[in-house]
């Protein structure tokens, strides 16, 4: 069974331009999670996804930056234009549906986004 | 707030010498879970250890639990030059939402 893939695996962009992420999870789980570290620093939550509905979007820092997944399968995030600061890793997490029990999140290989 | 706070915030040993970090949260948890970042990779998971658990162990790791503290250490055992990485605990809201701490760096020299 594939895993969670994420593309490009790297991107290097300068200071406004556009950049679309994209991650697919693993077939059949409805929940999609994106995360992302910049600078090194902590892990932080960006939303989260229940097949195609946002379920949370706390965690998007502004509004250049938006997330879809049509359809209920693969997503994406888009930054519109890129700064700076968001430079970082943006990880990509799927797991199955939620219940009582936990599901483990599977997370793809992140893609490195470096502003210039 | 960080729900997850790490500590140190780098480590640096030698191969064969123990590692141990340690993570404290702020609310109340169903469970708790260590992650590794290797540079340049993903995360993998590592371990996850439930609320009325005090102790668990996956190979060379134990982590244990304290509620009571809202803390929790993981332990690697004869550290190799593999387990360079940064390793973060993590604990989950009701929607599955992962909050991570600030993560510790690992550094094991051969």
């Known amino acids: 069974e594939a895993g969670v893939t994420q593309f490009p695996s790297h991107s290097v962009i300068e200071k406004g331009q556009t950049v679309t992420l994209r991650c697919d999870p693993i077939s059949g789980h409805d929940n999609l999670y994106w995360y992302r570290r910049v600078m090194g620093k902590e892990i932080k939550f960006l939303l989260h996804f229940v097949k195609e509905s946002k379920q949370d979007e706390s965690g998007m820092p502004n509004n250049r930056f938006l997330a879809e997944r049509t359809g209920g399968t693969y997503s994406t995030l888009k930054v519109q234009p890129a700064e700076l600061e968001d430079s970082g890793v943006y990880f990509c997490a799927s797991s199955q549906e939620l219940g009582d029990t936990y599901n483990e999140q599977f997370f793809g290989p992140g893609t490195r986004l470096t502003v210039l | 707030s960080q729900q997850g706070e790490e500590d140190p915030q780098a480590l640096s040993i030698q191969e064969g010498e123990n590692a141990t970090m340690n993570c404290s949260y702020k609310t109340s948890i169903n469970n708790l879970q260590w992650y590794r970042q290797n540079s340049g990779r993903g995360l993998v998971h590592l371990i996850l250890i439930r609320s009325n658990e005090r102790e668990k162990h996956s190979g060379r790791l134990r982590v244990t639990l304290d509620t009571s503290k809202k803390s929790s250490s993981l332990l690697i055992t004869a550290s190799r030059a593999a387990d360079t990485a940064s390793y973060f605990c993590?604990?989950?809201?009701?929607?599955?939402?992962?909050?991570f701490g600030a993560g510790t760096q690992v550094v094991v020299t051969p």
């Open positions: 993590a604990t989950t809201d009701s929607w599955g939402k992962l909050q």
